[in-house]
């Protein structure tokens, strides 16, 4: 910090007080706008956590939909599979002739269990987390943002576990192969 020394003698306390008040005035000025640049800051590093938030969170749910509406004709295929087996069942054909059915369902591609999620980003929250740029966010958006973050971690755990308790990728390779 420079201080600058009057040039001039001072008279008196009011001369003092003059060139004391300048000098606080100057000070409060020069916090003042650094609190505002500061501020301003913080509201544009806000504003584009956000939008790079929301843009992840639209894409991520896109991915969702997307594998839903793939997951939909899957049941769709799988069903024409097991409707086709259970005429063949109750037609009690021989099993050369239920093989063959198969064969041919499959194929004709459409026996694929599809066991695919989509990876759901995350890196526009960690980023604002970590740049600290999360904090300046008003506190229902991140609020929001962060049980939408949360739901999705939870998602993704349920998932892997789910999947590990119900299937047995060997066993499931060994019936491919057999089919």
């Known amino acids: 910090m420079h201080l ?3 040039k001039v003698r001072l008279e008196s306390f009011k001369d003092f007080a003059k060139h004391y008040l300048m000098i606080v005035l100057s000070i409060l000025t020069a916090l003042g ?3 505002w640049i500061e501020h301003a800051h913080h509201v544009h590093a806000a504003e584009v956590a956000s939008l790079r938030i929301d843009a992840e969170i639209r894409s991520n749910l896109d991915a969702i939909d997307s ?3 793939q ?6 295929r799988l069903a024409a599979i097991r409707d086709s087996l259970i005429q063949d069942f109750k037609a009690h054909a021989p099993e ?3 093989a063959q059915h198969i064969q041919s369902q499959v194929s004709a591609g459409n026996f694929n269990l599809n066991l695919n999620w989509p990876t759901l980003r995350h890196e526009a929250w960690d980023v604002a987390v970590a740049d600290q740029s999360a904090s300046w966010i008003d506190r229902e958006r991140i609020q929001r943002y962060s049980a939408v973050y949360a739901n999705q971690r939870d998602v ?3 998932l892997s576990t789910n999947l590990a ?3 047995d990728g060997p066993r499931m390779i060994d019936t491919l192969t057999d089919l």
């Open 165 to 167: 308790l119900a299937m």
């Open 4 to 6: 600058e020394l009057p």
């Open 33 to 35: 706008l650094e609190a």
């Open 71 to 76: 997951d939909a004709r899957q049941v769709k």
């Open 156 to 158: 993704g755990i349920g």
């Open 96 to 98: 050369a002739i239920i």
């Open 67 to 69: 594998s839903l509406t």
